[in-house]
């Protein structure tokens, strides 16, 4: 209760921040685009991490303005650096929960989003969650189809570890899966997770969906999955998620 009111607070007092983390082509260590990720910068406790208030937001119904926050001040910062370096083409992600996916508005806030930041659809990939679209695959089916309709990109995040369908996979109109980050941990100790993933490879080839590998933290894990034909990834081994002023000096020194 007591994070809750101070959330609702953080939102007034803008104390919630985006970060950014890289997201690589594995063959040619090319910047494909970002993951936008919220931070809290807490005015006493320092830096908090979603783990700790996207539940609660969840349950209290605060993630409906603050997911609208995120997405809000990811795609304005994105058109920004568009502005600013014109031979940019870099995709952000953005993070939809579950209740937000639930709501009829969400297509109407991106859509505005879009509009009003002037960010093109093609540029903005939003990621969900398998858990999400099994609690309601009708309406999940319905906000995904108008979102696609309009050129914007759609991921599945965290990929196995959910309520996996593939029944699921193969109707809605997903362009990209990423595979959990437990799968790539694990890819130096245990046989299976190294064969989950070939799996999961060889279903995006059937399907026809583009690959991200989460939490590559080692060049050794870099190598396997670029051995086994993953096309892009991101994790530690790049780059943590980084605040605007890093974000921007990185794409400085790329561009
Ligand atoms: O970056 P990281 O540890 O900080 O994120 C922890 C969890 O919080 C991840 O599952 C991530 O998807 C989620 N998360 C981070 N930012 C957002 C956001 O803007 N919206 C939603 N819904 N989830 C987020
Ligand atoms: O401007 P203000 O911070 O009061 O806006 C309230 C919320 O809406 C915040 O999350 C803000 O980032 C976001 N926001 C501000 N202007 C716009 C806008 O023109 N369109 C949309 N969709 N969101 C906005
Ligand atoms: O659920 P989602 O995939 O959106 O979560 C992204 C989360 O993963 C964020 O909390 C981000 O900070 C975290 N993350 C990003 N790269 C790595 C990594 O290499 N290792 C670990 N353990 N976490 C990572
Ligand atoms: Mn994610
Ligand atoms: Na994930």
Redesign the pocket.
């Known amino acids: 209760m007591q994070l809750e009111n101070s959330l609702y607070q953080a939102l007034e007092k803008q104390e919630l921040c985006v970060y950014y983390?890289p997201i690589y082509s594995l063959n040619n260590n090319q910047l494909k685009g970002f993951?936008a990720?919220i931070r809290w910068q807490h005015p006493v406790e320092g830096l908090i991490?979603?783990?700790k208030f996207i539940p609660i937001a969840e349950e209290t119904g605060l993630i409906i303005p603050i997911g609208a926050y995120v997405l809000w001040h990811a795609c304005q910062q994105m058109q920004q650096w568009y502005e600013q370096f014109p031979d940019l083409n870099l995709v952000l992600s953005v993070?939809v929960s579950a209740r937000q996916l639930s709501q009829p508005h969400l297509v109407d806030t991106v859509f505005e989003t879009l509009t009003r930041t002037g960010l093109a659809p093609e540029k903005l990939q939003l990621?969900i969650?398998e858990t999400t679209v099994v609690e309601n695959p009708d309406a999940a089916m319905q906000t995904l189809l108008k979102l696609k309709q309009q050129q914007i990109r759609l991921a599945m995040?965290?990929f196995g570890t959910g309520y996996s369908s593939l029944g699921y996979l193969s109707r809605l109109p997903i362009d990209v899966l990423?595979i959990?980050?437990c799968f790539v941990?694990d890819i130096e100790h245990n046989e299976n997770s190294l064969e989950i993933i070939r799996a999961i490879l060889g279903i995006a080839q059937g399907l026809r969906l583009t690959v991200v590998a989460?939490?590559?933290?080692t060049e050794f894990q870099a190598q396997q999955l670029r051995e086994l034909g993953c096309p892009v990834g991101?994790?530690?081994?790049f780059s943590?998620?980084l605040d605007v002023a890093a974000t921007t000096q990185l794409i400085r020194d790329y561009s």
């Open positions: 983390q993951e990720l991490r979603p783990d993070n990621e969650t995040d965290d990423k959990d980050r941990k989460e939490g590559i933290e991101q994790g530690y081994y943590v998620p």
